[in-house]
Structures are given as C-alpha cells and as structure tokens.
C-alpha cells in the first residue's frame, strides 16, 4: 500500500507531518503543491483548509482527512460529496483543548485578568483566593473534547455544568438538555466555556436572548469557532457588564482584522486560535488508520455526517 497524499494547511507543519507518516508507511507520495504532474494518483487530502480551486482535480480521490476536530473553515460547497471527510481528534489535540481551558479557567477563578490590569496601573490591592469548590463553571458541549474538559475542570474541584444537545451522563457533572436546560443551567454558572462544534444548531448561540439567561458579571471563554458568537451582542454585553471579562481563541474572520472592536479591549483576551492543535508524532496513529480504511474501502473513524455538521 503505497499512499499518495496531498498535504494543505498554513498552521501544520508538513515537515512534522511527512516525518510522522514515515514512521507508518514505507512508502508514500507526500504533496503540497497545488499544481502536480499527476492529480490522478492522489488518493488522500490531508487538509487543514481547502486550496483555493477546492479538490476537483483529484479525481481518485478516496478521503479527505480534516487536520482539524472541526470542519466549520471547509466550504461544504467545494467538497466533492461522494468522498468521505474525517476530521481528527486524538489524545494531543484533547490535552491541548483541556490544558487551554484550565488555564482560561483559572486566570478568572484566581482573578489574574485583574492582577494584570493592575500590575500595568502599579496598583497593590489584595484580593483573597477562593476555592474551585466555589466557581461553578459550565461547559458548553459535551462530545469528545467536552467532557475531558468538563471532567478535568471536575478533577481540580471546580463546580461544573454541562450543556449539549443529545443526553449525556458523566460522573460529577450536572447535565442538562436541549434549550430549556441551557436556560436553566446558564443562571448557575460563574464561568462558561465553549467548545461546541459550529452547525446550523449552534451557528450565532452567544447571542443576546443567551447573554440575557446568564447572570450578571460572567466570563465567557470561545474555544468553538467564531460563528458561535454574535459579535454585537457580545459587545453589547461587556458594555453593560453582563459580560464581566471574555477569552476568545476564535474570530468569524480569522486572522482578526486590525480594526475589529474586539482588539483593544482591557476586558477582552484575544489569543490566535490556539486552544488545540494534534500534534503529528501523536496523531498520525488516528490518520494513518484513516488512511489504510480508506485504501481498503472501509468506513473512516470519526467520519463526519455533512448533513448534521460534525
Ligand atoms: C481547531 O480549531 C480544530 O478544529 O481542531
């Protein structure tokens, strides 16, 4: 089984990845560019995004295999339909998201967005500590990624909630349903964070009838994608301070445009979609499986339903 395979993304390294695949394959094709000789031998689209003229040229296609655990930033329009689209999440990208959470999570729960504001004004003002026990957070989506978050800020004793559309069980965490829990279980909570996945369901969710639910004062942290949240309401939001103070590691237009109201804002961090990312050394175990199914003409892990966007 010799893989030919075309490699696009502009935040993975194809360097890391082709020496990842190497330790799967004894042989394979390896391509970034767009224009090749033979279009025809390639069998895998390993892509963080679409090249600009999409994939049409690769016309033996067998799966295209998302380097990401969302695929929100693929145009479902240029995807060829009847090629099975996987996205990724393995144990690196889940360590990444959760190690990202907790340290959003606990830069509120130790006030850190106040000492920093603070510090820049030479101010010394004590401000005491208090327990995880007493920070209610909750999680807003509770696939894969969000129940390891929602666990491992249950782990460091944190009151946690947590939100998503199908019913869920996990040991220590409350739970709730559909749009009425989120309504019941928005008021509780002290912290929220996002990481579901964008569909037509949860396009445009942090708006202003969500923000009304919450209680006065929150803290928001984005680590879903940028068109989860409406971003007038949201200014709107912090400006009555509903929202006390926000993360957001995701933009509706990413690289955040220079001009976007939301840089500058003491009460905003803003940091470059950084949350998760699957580290090749680590992940190629996943694709490499995908990539042998796919060859053998079996059904892909984690294949995506185009239908309900995830
Ligand atoms: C990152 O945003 C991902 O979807 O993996």
């Not at 999409?54 to 479902?76: E, M, V, Y």
């Not at 504001?117 to 969000?146: A, C, H, K, M």
């Not at 928005?186 to 369901?201: E, M, Q, S």
Request: hydrophobic share 45%.
């Amino acid at each position: 089984m010799t893989p030919h395979i075309y490699f696009n993304s502009d935040i993975d390294s194809p360097v890391e990845w082709r020496d990842a695949l190497a330790t799967e394959f004894r042989a394979f094709t390896f391509s970034t560019a767009e224009a090749m000789d033979s279009p025809d031998a390639v069998d895998i689209a390993l892509i963080w995004q679409l090249p600009p003229q999409g994939l049409k040229q690769f016309r033996n296609l067998r799966a295209i295999l998302c380097l990401g655990a969302g695929i929100s930033q693929l145009d479902p329009s240029l995807l060829p339909c009847h090629v099975p689209l996987a996205r990724l999440v393995d144990d690196s990208l889940t360590r990444t998201m959760v190690d990202y959470a907790k340290t959003a999570v606990y830069r509120f729960h130790r006030a850190f967005h106040i000492f920093e504001q603070q510090s820049r004004e030479r101010t010394w003002q004590f401000r005491p500590p208090t327990l995880t026990r007493d920070t209610s957070v909750g999680v807003l989506g509770l696939g894969e990624i969000g129940s390891s978050v929602a666990k491992a800020l249950g782990d460091e004793g944190f009151c946690v909630h947590g939100w998503s559309r199908t019913a869920k069980q996990l040991a220590g965490i409350n739970t709730y349903l559909g749009w009425g829990g989120l309504w019941q279980m928005l008021p509780r909570c002290k912290i929220i964070v996002n990481v579901l996945p964008l569909t037509d369901a949860t396009r445009a969710i942090l708006s202003s009838e969500f923000f009304s639910h919450c209680r006065d004062g929150v803290y928001l942290i984005n680590m879903g994608r940028g068109g989860h949240l409406v971003e007038q309401d949201f200014l709107a939001a912090l400006d009555s301070r509903r929202i006390a103070a926000a993360t957001l590691d995701v933009a509706s237009v990413e690289p955040l445009p220079p001009m976007d109201a939301l840089w500058n804002r003491p009460d905003v961090l803003i940091t470059p979609h950084v949350a998760g990312i699957s580290i090749p050394r680590v992940a190629v175990r996943k694709v490499a499986e995908n990539i042998r199914r796919a060859l053998a003409g079996q059904p892909l892990l984690q294949q995506v339903d185009l239908a309900r966007g995830y």
